[in-house]
């Protein structure tokens, strides 16, 4: 994992954390975000999210993964830090950052301040860790889910820490002070002191054991069990109070192996007391001493406690119907709430897409617009002055023929009526061969030309498909990351590959 280095965060442009946001949400449905997917999502005006992205990379707030059939960038802890912490920053509610103080198998604890100096507690909740691997075993976060991010499920534990955390300083249980959270980060109150595993002298250790014995019948009353209460989750302040830490794993005690917990929670303080103070107390609480005095389970909604459960607990401990009415009435009101504003994200989302696809699909027909208006003016212009120049050859030809058709008709009529007029005659012959000469002459000029040979038609296609190439090669060309066209190429490799050794088996050569 690495320790968190927050100098970067300083250096972070807005446009790097709203690429790094478009990668979250993207996870959501991707294990794998391809960089294409990235860009719609961050919808950056300019472009360069490829260079954002591969800066990111050189930071480690992302990685860029090669599967077995895509590949695309991750999100990692490193990114997920930065953008919880960047929310906390905004809100006023950190504004430095201090050093490590403590690491646990889910999470690590560090120091930091807010505006007016105040040290506090900020614990980031890291599963997925190689001690901490077996989630479903251990928690119902995933429920009905066959799999999921860890990142969420780091999220959904830091959530739900925060929750209990709030319910337990309502009621006056010595816990930190809950202060503010955002995804896996949740900050609290720093407790001066240290962890009772450090702690080798008490002043009195018949009371100190009766104090934590005590509470661990009083969160049970309250419905909930702490699950692992033992030395490590038990803070000592400077006065000898005792403060309980640690709570995502609490449980209802209408769970199944509520008495199991139970009982492992109370051998845990005994044996640590006999362990290192050297004190055995045959007094120590059982899970028939429980009895409801509140409903925090109910509230927190608990592992371990259904809504048939829920409510059954409500009508015992007195809850009205219409209080519970009307807070099913606000737990729905503020669902649908939640729900049109999911909606309302998605429908901007999807607008926004959509901005994005017209955008460039506009940028990539721009040209070829420009180019085929251009090319029509052009073929009008030559398609008119063609027609024109024909309908001026047809009306000299219609002319000449005409002129012809006389010439020939005035010869007939000279030589039946005018047998003696025979040299006049010859000399319109003479007429009559020259005129033909000049004609043939004309046609000879005229066939040399091309406009009167090709037809119209041919013309208009020949003209479209020039204006199809133009536009092929005006088309700007897709940009590939690096990496992104090889899994296609990988698996056809693979393929191959099979395909190869396979031969021996089947008798191929």
């Avoid at 809100?91 to 930091?112: A, L």
């Avoid at 609290?188 to 002191?193: I, N, P, Q, S, W």
């Avoid at 702490?226 to 490590?232: I, Q, R």
């Avoid at 006049?424 to 043939?440: R, T």
């Amino acid at each position: 994992m690495g320790k968190l280095n927050v100098k970067i965060l300083r250096y972070l442009t807005p446009e790097d954390f709203r690429v790094l946001t478009s990668i979250e949400m993207g996870m959501k449905n991707h294990e794998l975000v391809p960089a294409s997917l990235a860009a719609q999502i961050a919808n950056l005006r300019y472009g360069g999210v490829h260079k954002l992205l591969r800066e990111l990379c050189k930071n480690r707030l992302l990685s860029y993964e090669r599967g077995k059939r895509y590949d695309g960038y991750r999100l990692t802890n490193a990114g997920y830090d930065y953008l919880a912490l960047k929310v906390l920053a905004q809100r006023g509610i950190i504004h430095s950052f201090g050093n490590q103080i403590g690491v646990g198998k889910e999470s690590n604890i560090y120091v930091v301040a807010n505006e007016e100096g105040t040290s506090l507690c900020l614990k980031l909740h890291r599963l997925g860790r190689t001690c901490f691997r077996n989630i479903k075993g251990k928690r119902d976060y995933h429920q009905h889910r066959q799999s999921a991010s860890w990142l969420y499920l780091s999220r959904i534990s830091a959530t739900r820490e925060f929750a209990y955390m709030k319910a337990l300083f309502d009621r006056g249980f010595p816990v930190p002070k809950p202060i503010d959270f955002n995804r896996h980060c949740v900050i609290m109150e720093l407790v001066e002191g240290g962890p009772l595993c450090n702690v080798n002298e008490v002043n009195n250790v018949e009371a100190l054991y009766d104090e934590l014995m005590d509470l661990i019948v009083r969160l049970a009353n309250h419905g909930v069990i702490h699950g692992d209460f033992n030395e490590f989750n038990i803070m000592m302040k400077d006065d000898g109070k005792p403060v309980i830490i640690d709570f995502p794993q609490m449980i209802s005690t209408e769970h199944i192996n509520a008495e199991v917990y139970f009982q492992r929670d109370v051998n845990c303080v005994r044996d640590f007391f006999k362990r290192r103070f050297g004190y055995e107390s045959e007094l120590y609480p059982t899970f028939q001493d429980v009895s409801r005095e509140g409903c925090i389970d109910a509230e927190v909604r608990a592992s371990g406690l259904t809504r048939q459960m829920e409510k059954d607990l409500l009508k015992e401990m007195g809850v009205d119907e219409e209080e519970e009415e009307e807070e099913e009435n606000s737990d729905e009101e503020t669902y649908e709430d939640c729900s049109e504003n999911i909606e309302d994200l998605e429908d901007q989302m999807s607008d926004l897409q959509l901005q994005v696809e017209n955008a460039v699909r506009e940028s990539f027909h721009v040209s070829a617009r420009q180019t085929v208006l251009n090319n029509e003016n052009e073929y009008s212009e030559k398609v008119s002055i063609v027609l024109h120049s024909e309908k001026e050859n047809n009306t000299e030809d219609e002319c000449e023929r005409n002129n012809r058709n006389v010439t020939v008709e005035n010869v007939k009529t000279d030589e039946e009526n005018n047998e003696d007029k025979l040299s006049d005659a010859s000399s319109d012959a003479g007429s009559e061969g020259a005129s033909i000469n000049d004609y043939d002459d004309t046609r000879s000029i005229r066939s040399v030309s091309t406009a009167a040979t090709i037809a119209p038609d041919v013309i208009k296609r020949r003209t479209k498909l020039g204006l199809e190439k133009r536009d092929k090669k005006n088309r700007s060309k897709r940009i590939l990351v690096k990496g992104e066209a090889s899994a296609v190429t990988r698996v056809r490799r693979d393929n191959r590959a099979t395909i190869q050794e396979s031969t021996g088996i089947w008798g191929w050569e």
